[in-house]
């Protein structure tokens, strides 16, 4: 499953709250063995201390390392044709224990022989773009964007949990359905969520705004 991180742009607007301040300068990339794509900063008041950006938005697994996803088809009796569904999909963000300590080698040996990696920084919402953005412009992306029912607020902090809900009526399903019947089935339909942090330049503490993204085709996927 593929990931993608975009470090949009810096807008210069206040930040409430406590967080942790990184700084900009000494900022590094690193792409995991499993190719999770991780920036980390160093912490603006704490020496050898690090911090992680938001990344790693994916579809939820439980404890039995299965996909928290569910797809219900609504019909009359086993063998009548599908008259509808809901879909309930679970996302998060973060990086896991054994990416953690990978990353920490990685700071160690290429930026810090001392630094620590402390977790994630402290985000917000994007107030601009709330919630779990649907993009895209082909069929599947608008039956999506039709049929969503509800959809919870982006999760701030690193493993919460993010839930969206959708009803489909007959046509859609079948739309749907033709998608998972061929492993092969594309759409340029993504799940994006957008976050802010706090990163402090040279100048002035200014506001980095980062988006992730999750395919649908991803979500098929483990749907099938």
Same mark, same amino acid.
């Given at each position: 499953?593929?990931?993608?991180?975009?470090?949009l742009y810096f807008a210069c +607007?206040?930040?409430?709250?406590?967080?942790?301040?990184? %700084?900009?300068? @000494?900022? $590094?990339?690193?792409?995991?063995?499993?190719?999770?794509?991780?920036v980390v900063f160093p912490a603006k008041d704490c020496e050898h201390c690090f911090y992680y950006i938001p990344t790693h938005f994916r579809i939820s697994f439980n404890e039995s390392k299965q996909p928290e996803v569910s797809l219900l088809k609504i019909s009359?009796?086993?063998?009548?044709?599908?008259?509808g569904g809901f879909l309930h999909v679970l996302f998060?963000?973060?990086i896991d224990g054994t990416q953690d300590t990978e990353l920490q080698?990685?700071?160690?040996?290429?930026?810090d022989s001392l630094g620590v990696? +402390?977790?994630?920084?402290?985000?917000?919402?994007?107030? %601009?773009?709330? @919630?779990? $953005?649907?993009?895209?412009?082909?069929?599947?992306?608008?039956?999506?964007?039709?049929?969503?029912?509800?959809?919870?607020?982006?999760?701030?902090?690193?493993?919460?949990?993010m839930a969206m809900s959708f009803r489909f009526d007959e046509a859609q399903m079948k739309v749907l359905q033709d998608a998972l019947d061929h492993t092969g089935a594309k759409s340029d339909a993504v799940?994006?969520?957008n976050l802010v942090v706090l990163v402090?330049?040279?100048?002035?503490?200014?506001?980095?705004?980062?988006?992730?993204?999750?395919?649908?085709?991803?979500?098929?996927?483990w749907l099938r």
């Open positions: 499953m593929k990931h993608f991180l975009h470090i +607007l206040s930040f409430s709250g406590t967080a942790q301040t990184v %700084t900009f300068e @000494g900022a $590094q990339a690193f792409v995991l063995k499993d190719q999770t794509r991780v009359e009796s086993e063998n009548d044709p599908v008259t998060t963000w973060g080698e990685l700071i160690r040996s290429n930026t990696l +402390l977790g994630a920084t402290t985000a917000e919402n994007d107030t %601009t773009l709330p @919630g779990i $953005q649907i993009k895209g412009k082909d069929e599947l992306s608008n039956i999506l964007r039709a049929g969503l029912k509800s959809s919870s607020g982006v999760a701030t902090t690193p493993g919460g949990k799940f994006e969520i402090q330049t040279d100048r002035m503490q200014q506001r980095l705004k980062i988006s992730q993204q999750v395919k649908l085709t991803d979500l098929l996927h």
